[in-house]
């Protein structure tokens, strides 16, 4: 109970410490010292408690809930501000109409339900406390490098809103926490509010136009999807009696027909959260942001989130056919779909942002399945996900800072002009898709599942979504080792601050590769096993251990090399005789000179956006009006 408590408080002392900390020293020693204490505290929590099933903490306070409610208003108001100062109606409306349905709620419908156990701990709560705690502080820390030269590039006399910028990162720490161990769904609504608020606020954190708009975009799909949690509360205080997430997984699972409201609603939240389509769009406008906000939200906090919430509610979706299909159909078509998009990007973070969205989906369309063995794969996918796609927005960053552009055709010869940051950028792509790392073991797992549920469209949803994933990462990895004029070491002004997240980053991949037989025992096993009770696992142990070990071997052969002597450069003939080596110019046929040059094919006019965006947004927000048409249907025969 206590360590949770200072997990939860911890990161919010230091928010307001360093909001008012305007001395760059001082905050360097904070964001530092606080990330070694929040790290440190999760993975102690994760070893005290480590193969526990689940464990239920008696703790209620009256003034918790009244912090809420105060929360909930700040909230709202903070929204309602910006919509008036930038004229954006619709945030003011879904701000209002939010604020309006909490307080009734928690003075109405909520008053006199007392959820006795307001916090718990079990094994997937421990996983997202290791990604919180340990890639999340990973982050800030990568931050004070990068938002010092961020800074240095702004215009003569802009104001340094960094002070505000660590703020919101470190409170975005707190409300995860809140979220992954609140049994209190009041409590899990305030976090859940509070990471929707922070995002908007890093999101449009330069304030110009684009980065305003895209602001907006999120915090009024995010509202959108709050109002949704908000009418699952309103469904499960009626219908249940209760505000107890592990007492409506209960009852919810016993009696799916009064579950598949308030499962379809709390649903509807976690997939707006996860940036599922139809509302994809707002994850990709948070690309205009500071990297480390991109990174935060893509791996540790926001998205997460969501799909948190979703593996949570997979004992009914068991159950409960109609939410269910509601989160395979819209996680599988957002896995294939983006996957697809992402093979017509050529901007790194824009690649990043799809192949995000895409596994996101995966994640969801398993949680919808239900399964324990789907659920096992969901677990990994999340992991893996986390730390690889957080030390790739960490690299593109960098990179972006260095060469001046986050391009994925300008990375050419990247091994030669940043070979430290080209290799670690490679080992995060390796880990996002290539065998025999955790990612593609935990999609191996997923197809099994899929295939022995019967789920022949998810087979062939993830057959061709997989396809089109090797596609865009084959094309990055090329140009790592391409073709380049002047292939000169740029990478020694790097912040020692950025070096040290992304060399914590890489041993993260390493660690979760080399332990996934260890992480199977001892985190997802547990947590499965208290949910279903036993199951068959769709990777056998024997293959773990086999592409644990492969991974180790594959890391050394990357990094062995690193440091060593670079070979002096031959002429090179191609199609002529070498003109100038150093600008890879020869000469040609007709005697004159043409540069060497190589481009990925990025078939806009098959993959572009404009052509699948529509139909997808279409077919997905079908999917969602049909199933609250088809949970409504239910509750009115209920009634």
Known sequence: MALIGFLILFPLLVAGVLLVARNETARRVIVCAAAVVIGVGSIWLVMANLGTPWLQIEFSSGAVDAVCTVVGVVIAGVVFDFGVKYKNALACILAVVQVVGSLVFELVFAHGIEVQYGLYVDSLSLLMAFIIGVVGSGICVYALGYMEDFQAHEPAGAKDRRPTFFALMFLFLSAMYVIVFSNNLLWLFTGWEITTVCSFLLIGYTRTEEAIRNAFRQIVMNLAGGIGFLVGLYAIAVQFGTLSMLEFLQLGSAFPVLAALPATAL???????????????????????????????????????????LVKLAPIFV??????????????????????????QSNAKRVLAYSTIANLGLIVACAGVGT???????AFLVLFHAVAKSLLFLCVGTAEHHIGSRNIEDMDLLFERMPRLARFMMAGI????????????AKWGTLVTFADTGNVALVIILGFGSAATFLFWAKWLGKLSGIAAHPLNIETTVHRSEW??????????LLCCAGLPV????????YITSVYGTYQQAVSDANLWVGAILSVV??????????AKQVKQAPVYLSGISANNANRTFTNSLSGETMATARNWYLEGIF???????????ACTLIIVVAFAAALVCSCGII
């Open 554 to 563: 594959v890391f050394v052969v990357l990094f062995a090399g690193l440091g």
């Open 319 to 344: 159950v409960c056919p109609v939410p269910a299909v509601m989160t395979i159909l819209v996680g599988g078509l957002t896995f294939m779909l983006c996957s697809f998009m992402a093979i017509s």
């Open 608 to 618: 572009g956006e404009a052509k699948i965006t529509p139909v997808a947004t279409g």
């Open 267 to 309: 649903a509807f939240a976690g997939i707006t959260k996860a940036a599922q389509m139809p509302f994809h769009t707002w994850l990709l406008g948070a690309m205009v942001a500071p990297t480390p906000t991109s990174a935060l939200l893509h791996s540790s906090t926001m998205v997460k989130a969501g799909v948190f919430l």
């Open 430 to 441: 390796m880990v996002m898709f290539v065998a025999p790392f955790g990612m593609l073991i």
């Open 519 to 526: 992480i199977s025992w001892f985190v997802v096993d547990p």
């Open 500 to 509: 040290v997240a992304l060399m914590l980053m890489a041993v993260l991949c």
């Open 372 to 378: 324990p063995e789907a659920i096992w794969a969901a």
